[in-house]
């Protein structure tokens, strides 16, 4: 329970839009850092910190590129 009370607490300032991406955010984080673990312990494999970071990053992009809003142009 504790850690919803401290997601809703940190995320709740926040103005809608960026409430979304911070979030997002988050959430790409642990699922990855949650990845490398169980990759770590059930495959005796881990990437280092930088390539989970940049792991990260690109799973980022992907989105921001699948979520953008096509342009009236």
Do not use: H
């Amino acid at each position: 329970m504790e850690i919803e009370v401290r997601w809703t607490s940190s995320l709740q300032p926040l103005p809608k839009d960026q409430r979304r991406r911070v979030a997002a955010l988050l959430m790409c984080t642990a699922w990855n850092v949650w990845k490398n673990r169980n990759r770590r312990i059930f495959r005796a494999k881990s990437l280092t910190v930088p390539l989970v970071f940049n792991c990260i990053l690109g799973k980022m992009g992907l989105r921001r590129v699948v979520l953008r809003a096509p342009s009236g142009k």
